[in-house]
C-alpha cells in the first residue's frame, strides 16, 4: 500500500498570506489527523477528520482549519499567516473505527517558512 | 489535562551501549500510551504501544518499553544501540475517549561511534 503523502513538501509564504496543504492518507483509512512541529513548542494536534467530520480538535485559533472529502483526503488551511506558522505540518492516517489505540501513520510532512 | 514528559532532551550512547529513554505522563486514568521514532528530515514511524496486558512491550528493531501504573512511567529501552537509532524518539498518549495524541517534547538519541 502506498503510504501517506502531503503536498507540497516545502512551502514559503509572506505574513498575511493564506496557505492550503493537502494530505492523501493510506487507502481504506477514513481518520486524518494534524500536527504542528516546531522547535520550540514540539509536536502539537491541531484536528481529526473522520467521515468528512471534524471529531477532534486542538488548541489552535480559527485561522487553522481543516476540511476531508468523500475519498478521505484532507485538506488544512491557514489564513493570515503570522511568522510564529513557521513549521513543519505533519498529517496521519489511521483506520479510525478501533479507538485511540489505533497506529497513526505519518506523511512526511510539508515544511512552512513564513517570512 | 493530559502531559507527558520526556525528562532528556538529548542520550549521547557509545555504539552498542544499552540505552534507556525516560517518559512520564500525568494521568492516573486508563491511557494508550505510544513510542514513536523520528529519522532526520522524516516523518514519524511506531515503535510501540501499550492498550493493554502485559507490561512489557516488544517494538521494532529492538526496541522494548515497560508500562509502570504506579510511576505513571513508560521508559523505552535497548540493550544495544546502532549508528542508525540516530533519531529523535518521541512519548505519546492517547486518551482511550478521543483520537488526541498528546506529545512528550522528544528526546534525540545520539550515538557516538
Known amino acids: 500500500k502506498a503510504g501517506v503523502t502531503q503536498t507540497p513538501r516545502y512551502l514559503i509564504k509572506t505574513r498575511g498570506q493564506q496557505v492550503t496543504l493537502s494530505c492523501s492518507p493510506i487507502?481504506?483509512?477514513?481518520?486524518v489527523s494534524w500536527y504542528q512541529q516546531t522547535p520550540g513548542q514540539g509536536l502539537q494536534f491541531l484536528f481529526e477528520?473522520?467521515?468528512?467530520?471534524?471529531?477532534n480538535k486542538g488548541n489552535f485559533p480559527g485561522r487553522f482549519s481543516g476540511r476531508q472529502f468523500s475519498n478521505s483526503r484532507s485538506e488544512m488551511n491557514v489564513s493570515t499567516l503570522e511568522l510564529g506558522d513557521s513549521a513543519l505540518y505533519l498529517c496521519?492516517?489511521?483506520?479510525?473505527?478501533?479507538?485511540?489505540?489505533?497506529?497513526?501513520?505519518f506523511g512526511p510532512g510539508t515544511r512552512l517558512l513564513v517570512l | 489535562a493530559q502531559s507527558v514528559t520526556q525528562l532528556d532532551s538529548q542520550v549521547p550512547v557509545f555504539e552498542e551501549a544499552p540505552v534507556e529513554l525516560r517518559c512520564n505522563y500525568s494521568?492516573?486514568?486508563?491511557?494508550?500510551l505510544f513510542w514513536y521514532v523520528q529519522y532526520p528530515n522524516q516523518g514519524l514511524q511506531l515503535l510501540l504501544k501499550?492498550?493493554?496486558?502485559s507490561t512489557l512491550v516488544k517494538g521494532i528493531n529492538g526496541f522494548e518499553a515497560e508500562f509502570n501504573k504506579s510511576q505513571t512511567s513508560f521508559h523505552l529501552r535497548k540493550p544495544s544501540v546502532h549508528i542508525s537509532d540516530t533519531a529523535e524518539y518521541f512519548c505519546?498518549?492517547?486518551?482511550?475517549?478521543?483520537?488526541?495524541?498528546?506529545w512528550g517534547a522528544g528526546t534525540k538519541l545520539i550515538i557516538k561511534p
Open positions: 496521519a492516517s489511521s483506520p479510525g473505527t478501533s479507538g485511540s489505540g489505533e497506529t497513526q501513520y
Open positions: 487507502s481504506g483509512h477514513r481518520s
Open positions: 477528520y473522520f467521515s468528512e467530520t471534524q471529531r
Open positions: 494521568s492516573s486514568v486508563s491511557v494508550y
Open positions: 501499550y492498550l493493554s496486558g
Open positions: 505519546a498518549v492517547s486518551d482511550p475517549s478521543n483520537y488526541q495524541l498528546i
